[in-house]
Each structure stands twice: as C-alpha cells, then as structure tokens.
C-alpha cells in the first residue's frame, strides 16, 4: 500500500511589508483582518482567535520552526509554500526563504505561484490595484524566475514525483505563452542537472482542463472553491453566479464593471458543506475529457472569507473536528482506491479565510488530532 502523505497549503501573509502598509495603512497584515472581524449571523464563528492569542509574526525563524514541530508532531508530510513572484518582483518571500535557509527544518516542502493581481477587491475596489501581475512573455523574466527557485528545486526536502520537483501554478490560465514558458523551464531545469519540472495546474473553475494541456503533469482540484464552481450550491445571487462563470471569459474591464455591480447587490454567500463534501468525494479522481494527466485532490478544513469580505463573504456551514474527520476518512480511502501518495489540505494558516489546522482556542489542536489519528491507523 502507498503511503499517504498530506500536504498543507502554507500563507505568508503574517508579516508586514511595504505594499501592505501603503495599501492598508502602516503595521498591516491579515492579522488585522483576522481579528476585527464580526459575526455575519446568528451562532457564526467569528472571530477566530488562535490558541494562547498567538498572532505571530513569519519573519521570526522561531515561529516558522514551532510550526514545523507541530506539523512534525500530527504526521503531516509537507508545506506547500504560496509564493509571490510579479516579473521579476518578489512579495512575501520571508517566510519561505527562511524555512529554506535553515536545513535543520526536516519537513517536506513544494511551492505553489500564486499569480494573480493584487487589488482591493476586498473592500470592493477591484479596480485599486496594489501589485500589477502582467505575465510578461520574456525569456529573461522567465529565467530570473526559474534561477530563483533553484535553490528550492535543489534542496533535498523538496517534493518531488517522477524524479522531478513539483511546481503548482494557481491560474495558468492568465499566463501569456505559458506553453513557451514551461517548455523553456524544462530546458533550464535539464542544464541545471533536474530531470525536469513537475508541473501541476490548481482546478478552481469547471473548465480548466481546457486551459491545461500536455505540459502540465497534474492538475489539483482546489477544495472547496472547485466543488462549488463547478456544481453552484448554495444561496448566491446571480450576479455573483455571473461572476464565477465569467472568470475566463471577459476581459477585465468587463469583470471590473461586473464587479461593481456586485458590490452593489452583494449578500452573504452561504454554502452547504454537506452537499460539498458530497460533491468532493463523488467526483474524486474522476478523470477530465482529454487530459492524461495525474489528479490530485485536496480537503478544506473550513471556509469563511467574512474577515476580508464582511457581508459580501463565501461562509461554508462550519465543519467541527468530528466532522472533518468523517469526510477525511472518507477521502483517504478514496487515495486507497487509486492509489494516490498525496492529499492537498486547505490549509495550514489561511485565518482570515476560516481555513486553518493550526490549533485555535475554541477546539485547540483537535483538527491536527484527527490527522493524526487517521494516519496512524486509528479507527475509533
């Protein structure tokens, strides 16, 4: 049998920064977000406050190696670093580079590119651009990227299938040339004594398949965004139906003007985790029309945007620690059915989305428990 090993997705938002302060106001990370937030509705959660109101700050390599003992201590295999990279600029690199710089951190590690632009679509200005990412179709661009991930790529705890290092890309749909792109990475990768890159695609959207060909090794299925995107559960109004299925499709302009018109009907998007992890679970592994590629499927622990979006959130019905070990068992033996070696979790940290196995002080370090207790073999 495959050992199963599951792999949190890591945020590095908990720091300050320049672009952060000038946008926010000075001091600013999610922290501020995570702890002024207010209940939407009756019995919600909010706000989340973490066990022994341990806000603390990812420049601190002692922070970083407290979380990686913990992740040691419940049996997780790995971190999936998000990593932000804008042609040749880099934001919230600190965390990673610090875990990377110091070899005594013995966990798993791959890095995710979250490629998107930076706006204020939080507080409805979708429009107010903080970081522009432009995906310039430059091979020099492309080769200041790759020779700064190298040293990643390299380093001995770095993830790797098929001999090759994994590399998740958030929306590769936004990239220009990005099959010139990756054939060019491949190129780099083989010069630099890799045996190539192992490219995975993130699936938010139904129609990613259509984006992603022949170069991406895998696509994984972001949970729980790609279940309700492709199934549409829940109470949404139809502009922000609209707003999902025009992703791909309009310019953005056009989903700028939509945008407004969404901030200006918006409600609560309330969701049923039931029916989703329903949806997960019926539709795991299930492979896409004309993709050969590997999938890999990933769990949510929670979701509630409320503290970035207030009344305009995405709120899933919350999923205590008994629950989500019913639908992660679930899962896993679904891994045992095909045969699969990881499982993505969604996440680590993300607090201001609801989305965390970091211990709070409502159920303490029950949902890394449960992990524990899965992998181990525990059946009660």
Same mark, same amino acid.
């Not at 001999?163 to 060019?184: D, T």
């Not at 309009?250 to 003007?257: A, D, G, I």
């Not at 899962?331 to 201001?352: G, P, Q, T």
């Given at each position: 049998?495959?050992?199963?090993?599951?792999?949190?997705?890591?945020?590095?938002?908990?720091?300050?920064?320049?672009?952060?302060?000038?946008?926010?106001?000075?001091?600013?990370?999610?922290?501020?977000?995570?702890?002024?937030?207010?209940?939407?509705?009756?019995?919600?959660?909010?706000?989340?406050?973490? @066990? $022994?109101?341990? /806000?603390?700050?990812? *420049?601190?390599? #002692?922070?970083?190696?407290?979380? &990686?003992?913990?992740?040691?201590?419940?049996?997780?295999?790995?971190?999936?670093?998000?990593?932000?990279?804008?042609?040749?600029?880099?934001?919230?690199?600190?965390?990673?580079?610090?875990?990377?710089?110091?070899?005594?951190?013995?966990?798993?590690?791959?890095?995710?590119?979250?490629?998107?632009?930076?706006?204020?679509?939080?507080?409805?200005?979708?429009?107010?651009?903080?970081?522009?990412?432009?995906?310039?179709?430059?091979?020099?661009?492309?080769?200041?990227?790759?020779?700064?991930?190298?040293?990643?790529?390299?380093?001995?705890?770095?993830?790797?299938?098929?001999?090759?290092?994994?590399?998740?890309?958030?929306?590769?749909?936004?990239?220009?040339?990005?099959?010139?792109?990756?054939?060019?990475?491949?190129?780099?990768?083989?010069?630099?004594? @890799? $045996?190539?890159? /192992?490219?995975?695609? *993130?699936?938010? #959207?139904?129609?990613?398949?259509? &984006?992603?060909?022949?170069?991406?090794?895998?696509?994984?299925?972001?949970?729980?965004?790609?279940?309700?995107?492709?199934?549409?559960?829940?109470?949404?109004?139809?502009?922000?139906?609209?707003?999902?299925?025009?992703?791909?499709?309009?310019?953005?302009?056009?989903?700028?003007?939509?945008?407004?018109?969404?901030?200006?009907?918006?409600?609560?998007?309330?969701?049923?985790?039931?029916?989703?992890?329903?949806?997960?679970?019926?539709?795991?592994?299930?492979?896409?029309?004309?993709?050969?590629?590997?999938?890999?499927?990933?769990?949510?622990?929670?979701?509630?945007?409320?503290?970035?979006?207030?009344?305009?959130?995405?709120?899933?019905?919350?999923?205590?620690?008994?629950?989500?070990?019913?639908?992660?068992?679930?899962?896993?033996?679904?891994?045992?059915? $095909?045969?699969?070696?990881?499982?993505?979790?969604?996440?680590?940290?993300?607090?201001?989305?609801?989305?965390?196995?970091?211990?709070?002080?409502?159920?303490?370090?029950?949902?890394?428990?449960?992990?524990?207790?899965?992998?181990?073999?525990?059946?009660?």
């Amino acid at each position: 049998m495959i050992k199963k090993k599951i792999i949190a997705v890591y945020y590095p938002q908990f720091h300050q920064i320049e672009e952060n302060n000038k946008a926010w106001g000075h001091g600013f990370t999610d922290w501020h977000r995570v702890k002024s937030s207010k209940p939407q509705f009756e019995n919600h959660y909010q706000p989340r406050v973490p @066990l $022994n109101d341990n /806000y603390y700050n990812l *420049t601190d390599p #002692q922070t970083i190696e407290n979380q &990686v003992l913990l992740a040691q201590k419940y049996g997780l295999a790995g971190f999936c670093f998000y990593h932000y990279w804008f042609d040749g600029k880099l934001l919230l690199e600190k965390p990673m580079e610090i875990f990377q710089n110091n070899k005594s951190l013995n966990l798993s590690f791959c890095i995710s590119w979250a490629n998107e632009t930076w706006t204020k679509r939080w507080v409805g200005e979708a429009k107010s651009v903080i970081q522009k990412q432009t995906h310039l179709p430059d091979k020099d661009i492309w080769k200041s990227h790759f020779d700064y991930l190298l040293p990643f790529f390299q380093d001995n705890r770095y993830i790797c299938i098929d001999k090759k290092p994994v590399f998740i890309i958030y929306q590769p749909g936004i990239i220009n040339n990005l099959a010139e792109m990756i054939e060019y990475w491949q190129l780099l990768a083989k010069m630099n004594g @890799l $045996n190539g890159i /192992y490219f995975i695609s *993130t699936k938010r #959207q139904k129609n990613i398949h259509k &984006v992603v060909k022949s170069e991406f090794n895998g696509i994984m299925k972001y949970q729980p965004q790609e279940a309700y995107n492709s199934n549409n559960f829940g109470e949404r109004s139809l502009v922000s139906k609209l707003m999902t299925n025009i992703s791909f499709v309009f310019p953005e302009n056009v989903r700028n003007h939509i945008s407004k018109i969404k901030d200006k009907t918006a409600k609560l998007n309330r969701f049923d985790s039931v029916k989703l992890w329903k949806s997960i679970l019926e539709n795991s592994y299930k492979p896409f029309s004309g993709f050969k590629g590997q999938i890999f499927e990933s769990a949510y622990v929670n979701w509630d945007n409320s503290p970035r979006y207030g009344n305009k959130a995405n709120v899933f019905s919350f999923v205590n620690p008994k629950q989500f070990e019913h639908y992660l068992r679930q899962m896993i033996r679904k891994m045992d059915e $095909n045969k699969a070696e990881y499982l993505f979790v969604n996440a680590w940290n993300e607090w201001a989305e609801g989305a965390y196995l970091e211990p709070d002080k409502k159920y303490e370090y029950q949902y890394l428990e449960v992990i524990h207790k899965i992998l181990s073999g525990n059946n009660e």
